[in-house]
């Protein structure tokens, strides 16, 4: 059975906050060095602009079988839906001057397949080490034998975080909901 990435099948369980990122607001970010789908690596502390930076579990590929309970798991789906609802929304921040990246624990060289596949303008960031993760204290699961990182976004401002939307449900709305913010 072919499984569409782009359309969230209906009756996904809704993750509820648990208070795993109240302690990030107004947070400065670490200085962490990742590496980038782009080829270099970025330090989010050292953006003095405004960046949105999204982190999500894994992205699927269209040719593998969806992996067996992922869809139980309360905000797991979705990691494609948003990357391409962000990609859509991309011309939008770059009016703004508003950097976007992704950040994932999957190994680069998926996350390359990803930007290829999905044509994605901004670069993915790699975590696969949960070294930001761990700085950040930021909320995890596991899941066989791999540990990911929970769907959440921070809004930085010249290395601080000035806005955490956690958890994010629906995934692809997302980047609606911060440019709402942006304009206000």
């Excluded at 699927?60 to 139980?72: A, I, L, V």
């Excluded at 950097?99 to 190994?107: F, K, N």
């Excluded at 696969?128 to 950040?136: F, M, R, T």
């Amino acid at each position: 059975m072919a499984k569409n990435l782009y359309m969230l099948p209906e009756g996904l369980p809704e993750p509820q906050d648990d208070g795993a990122c109240d302690h990030l607001q107004g947070m400065a970010v670490p200085s962490l060095a990742l590496p980038s789908t782009g080829k270099e690596t970025v330090d989010l502390s050292a953006i003095s602009g405004t960046a949105v930076v999204f982190f999500y579990p894994m992205t699927g590929k269209p040719e593998q079988p969806p992996m067996r309970g992922w869809n139980k798991i309360p905000g797991a789906r979705g990691c494609t839906t948003q990357c391409c609802a962000f990609r859509d929304r991309y011309p939008e921040f770059q009016q703004m001057g508003v950097e976007v990246y992704g950040v994932s624990a999957q190994p680069l060289e998926d996350q390359r397949e990803t930007v290829a596949r999905l044509r994605l303008p901004y670069p993915l960031l790699n975590d696969s080490e949960l070294k930001l993760a761990q700085a950040l204290e930021l909320p995890t699961f596991d899941y066989d034998q791999s540990r990911y990182i929970k769907r959440l976004t921070l809004l930085i401002e010249g290395g601080v975080i000035r806005q955490v939307y956690y958890p994010v449900f629906p995934p692809h709305l997302n980047p609606t909901d911060i440019l709402t913010k942006l304009r206000r």
